[in-house]
């Protein structure tokens, strides 16, 4: 390969950030927390291990995702729960905040609605930072782990991917068929995993989670959500998915609700005010 001989010169160009995300709507955290308080628990389901679940958010709800148990990586999907067709938009979370999400971070809808489905309001391994090797916790890079590319690689079928697990859950949920359910099902946000890329090849990597019993990440519903997560079948991903051979815990959805009183003056986000002509009249 012939570097030009400007290579070093256009190499050190200083890169700009794509998206100021100080110029995005903030979130009244304020109110938020304030509200979190006194919610009550209202509604709780537990992803079995290798399995998903699925839970219904209200609007100025909060979701709480925890682990119990033992570390355990969860694979979430988040639909408008009345409009399936607006769902959790991993790749747009990930170009508006960065590869890793925490408190005060937002997961964004799909077009055309593009507009915040949730605010995270607690996460309690906010602590970990970014480590030595690029690595960080709840990330928005990774897929899901799916049997098609087990296919691909190792030439043989697996069935309790998290993305066949959230598959069956939502088909379960919603009595669909699986063929009719597995369109839906999206790019996710990675709970409790631990991931980068590595800085000499650039390929995406996992390492074990720091979460433990107990740790928890917790959201805050800006529409009706209708959560779906995977308990991965890699378990805490500290060494490979995809198998029956990580030892893997459950992870408990919980949904606690506030006083409407102290969400006065909050309001589910309007969907994104675009036109939607593209140019054309
Ligand atoms: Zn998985």
């Not at 709840?138 to 098609?148: A, F, L, Q, S, W």
């Not at 309790?160 to 946000?189: K, M, Q």
């Amino acid at each position: 390969m012939i570097e030009p001989k400007d290579g070093a010169v256009r190499r050190a160009v200083a890169p700009v950030i794509c998206y100021s995300v100080s110029d995005l709507p903030q979130p009244n955290l304020g109110l938020y927390l304030n509200a979190a308080e006194g919610a009550v628990l209202v509604a709780k389901a537990t992803a079995a291990p290798r399995e998903a679940a699925c839970i219904e958010v209200p609007a100025g709800s909060f979701l709480r995702i925890t682990s119990v148990e033992g570390p355990q990586v969860g694979d979430l999907n988040l639909f408008n729960a009345g409009d399936l067709s607006e769902q959790f938009y991993s790749g747009k979370t990930r170009a508006l905040h960065g590869t890793h999400v925490t408190t005060g971070d937002r997961l964004w809808s799909s077009f055309p609605h593009l507009r915040p489905m949730a605010t995270i309001v607690a996460d309690t391994l906010g602590w970990y930072g970014i480590d030595e090797y690029g690595g960080s916790v709840h990330d928005v890079i990774g897929t899901r782990c799916d049997p098609y590319t087990g296919r691909l690689l190792r030439g043989s079928d697996y069935h309790n991917c998290c993305h066949s697990n959230l598959t069956r859950a939502f088909a379960d949920y919603l009595g669909l068929s699986l063929a009719d359910a597995e369109p839906y099902i999206h790019d996710v946000l990675n709970v409790f995993m631990c991931t980068g890329f590595t800085r000499d090849t650039g390929q995406y990597f996992m390492k074990a989670s720091p979460v433990r019993p107990d740790d928890y990440i917790e959201f805050f519903a800006e529409i009706d959500l209708l959560a779906v997560m995977s308990a991965c079948p890699g378990g805490d991903c500290g060494s490979e998915h995809t198998s029956d051979s990580a030892p893997c815990h459950p992870l408990q959805m919980s949904v606690r609700t506030p006083s409407p009183l102290v969400l006065e003056g909050w309001s589910s986000p309007m969907p994104n005010a675009y036109s939607g002509s593209h140019g054309r009249v």
